[in-house]
């Protein structure tokens, strides 16, 4: 089988690659190892995704905004930054920046619905993607002329260019000797769905607390009842993360109550609750010979930030936009000038907030008393400058 580019995985970055790519005269196969029916229908799996006003423009673009019904796309307004057990907050309105809210929350699970059905309908209108289920890439190389892929079922495609959105721990990286720069901060990220009582304001909150860090994304009302709702996410290190997920719903709701010092009133956990361990990771290349990497498989970020996504959607623009131009011009879609581009372009717009991330979560998780001065010093300092400030408005913005 020859095609133009093999997609690996069809997580949202793979399948907004494909939708983006299609309807231009390229042929595109996804190959992805899990059914057709577990990716036509993701199950909810706990991550409220806040995303930029680009990201929210780009999926607009890429005809997955339209497919999420408007309750389920939520404000997020303001944002504000806590630490320890103090009152005082850094407050980030979106006056900052020229919108009306600095972002959107979406579900994980809705987006990456919307980006399969986007991708169906350039099937049915265009025929250039085909997407393969069921299917784990086993083996991948690539030598002047072409890109080899094999099948988990024996099956090889030959392509122009292979790229890879197979997740953080990317294994067709790995089989193309890229090596990663990984951080395990031995901590896990426990994240569901909550009612309170006392109304959040569409406001999102990052509270660097001493033993944890909490943050609350701020939702539409509970469809169910009218209750405030937001996705409740709490970090701790991995033991504590598996004794709370051990919690039965009364239990949870009770111990959240506490971590939220009240602040929230009372608190109802509706959703099933998910731990995701906290890896770091960013390749040493984002490309190689006929490769590329996209979404978490080209930059891993802690969630904290809240831009593993909208990274992901950068760098599916920045490689369309080479790729097409490439093709537009005949020239040879997987050349290597075009690749190293694609990877300055993607490196200079992530690095930064990729190493900033590692520093802020390194400095507010330290309890020594000289740390927990600096910490507060530091939110103290950042709430009167207001340029600083700003640019946290425009970096959740996506300006
Ligand atoms: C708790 C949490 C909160 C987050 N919050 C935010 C946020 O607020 N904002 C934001 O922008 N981002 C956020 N993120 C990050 C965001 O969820 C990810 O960046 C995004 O889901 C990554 O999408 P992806 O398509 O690159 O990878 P994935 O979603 O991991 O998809 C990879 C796909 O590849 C398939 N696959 C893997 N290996 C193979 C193989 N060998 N062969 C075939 N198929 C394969 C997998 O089955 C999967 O379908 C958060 C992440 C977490 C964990």
């Known amino acids: 089988m020859n095609v133009d580019i093999v997609i690996v995985g069809a997580g949202p970055s793979g399948l907004c690659l494909a939708r983006a790519l299609s309807g231009q005269g390229l042929t595109i196969t996804i190959i992805e190892q899990q059914s057709f029916e577990g990716i036509s229908n993701p199950a909810f799996d706990g991550r409220e995704i806040a995303l930029t006003q680009h990201s929210a423009k780009a999926m607009q673009e890429l005809g997955l905004w339209q497919r999420i019904e408007p309750h389920a796309i939520s404000q997020l307004r303001d944002a504000k930054i806590l630490d320890g057990q103090s009152q005082f907050e850094m ?5 900052l920046s020229k919108f009306r809210e600095l972002g959107w929350l979406i579900s994980n699970h809705l987006i990456r619905k919307a980006a399969f059905e986007s991708v169906q309908q350039a099937i049915e209108q265009s025929g250039d993607i085909t997407l393969i289920t069921d299917q784990k890439v086993v083996k991948v190389k690539a030598d002047e002329i072409s890109a080899h892929v094999v099948l988990s079922n024996g099956t090889t495609i030959h392509a122009r260019l292979v790229v890879a959105a197979d997740n953080r721990f990317s294994t067709t990286r790995r089989m193309m000797g890229i090596s990663a720069n990984m951080h395990d901060f031995g901590r896990n990220m426990l994240v569901c769905c909550m009612t309170h009582e006392n109304p959040h304001d569409h406001i999102a909150w990052e509270w660097f607390d001493y033993g944890q860090t909490l943050a609350l994304l701020p939702m539409n009302p509970d469809p169910l009842n009218g209750k405030y709702r937001s996705s409740v996410v709490i970090t701790v290190p991995s033991e504590e993360a598996d004794e709370l997920t051990q919690l039965n719903p009364e239990a949870f709701s009770k111990d959240a109550e506490r971590r939220f010092v009240g602040r929230l009133g009372k608190m109802e956990l509706i959703s099933t609750i998910h731990s995701y361990p906290l890896v770091s990771v960013y390749p040493n290349r984002l490309v190689g010979k006929r490769f590329a990497t996209v979404g978490d498989a080209a930059v891993g970020m802690h969630p904290v930030t809240a831009h593993g996504f909208n990274f992901g959607l950068l760098g599916v623009q920045t490689l369309t936009k080479e ?8 020239q040879d879609i ?6 190293e581009r694609y990877e300055r372009t993607h490196r200079i717009k992530t690095r930064p907030l990729f190493f900033l991330t590692r520093l802020i979560t390194e400095i507010y998780t330290k309890e020594s008393p000289p740390a927990k001065i600096l910490r507060k010093t530091l939110l103290h300092i950042g709430e009167r400058l207001t340029p600083f400030k700003r640019s946290i408005a425009a970096s959740l913005t996506g300006r």
């Open 334 to 339: 997987g050349n290597k000038t075009l690749l």
């Open 323 to 330: 790729i097409l131009a490439a093709h537009q011009a005949r």
């Open 91 to 95: 407050l980030i309105p979106h006056q």
